[in-house]
């Protein structure tokens, strides 16, 4: 597979939804406790939160694609601060993880690539993955849950 980063969500925006009670849309922020080990994926750490930890669900605007294909989404993040994520060419446990994933990549333009979109299990991921990285056309990839549909992380290809 072609070198790549998973990208979590700016730190700024779970501080702010800590800070102001309020997510991206406006609304209330649901503060929530993490029941399992498996449910509650925070986009700070990309990691799952342990059960008794605090969490936040709030609605997030995703910076890419913009246009046509914008769309929020709701995420978890930790209700106290965590370390963001930063590791490269690894697939994050939260896709991982996920018994259901979807692979959207899209172009510079943030148009979606319909023929690159897959959706898989997230321990099967890597060949959906690498198909659409491996595309000249993508910019980015961004992998949700495929049930209901919430934005795990972006993928983008590693720059030399």
Request: net charge negative; hydrophobic share 40%; proline share 8%.
């Amino acid at each position: 597979m072609s070198r790549f980063a998973c990208i979590a969500i700016d730190p700024a925006i779970a501080e702010r939804f800590r800070a102001t009670g309020l997510d991206d849309r406006g609304n209330p922020v649901k503060r929530m406790t993490a029941t399992n080990d498996s449910g509650f994926p925070c986009r700070v750490c990309l990691h799952y939160a342990k059960p008794g930890e605090e969490m936040l669900l709030g609605s997030y605007n995703l910076p890419k694609p913009q246009g046509l294909y914008w769309t929020p989404s709701p995420i978890f993040v930790h209700a106290e601060p965590c370390t963001p994520y930063e590791g490269a060419d690894e697939i994050v446990d939260i896709v991982r993880h996920n018994a259901l994933v979807s692979v959207r990549a899209y172009d510079a333009d943030g148009m979606v690539l319909y023929d690159l979109g897959q959706v898989s299990d997230g321990t099967e991921v890597d060949a959906p993955l690498a198909r659409a990285l491996g595309d000249v056309r993508t910019s980015f990839v961004n992998i949700h849950t495929a049930r209901p549909g919430c934005l795990l992380c972006r993928v983008e290809p590693a720059t030399a």
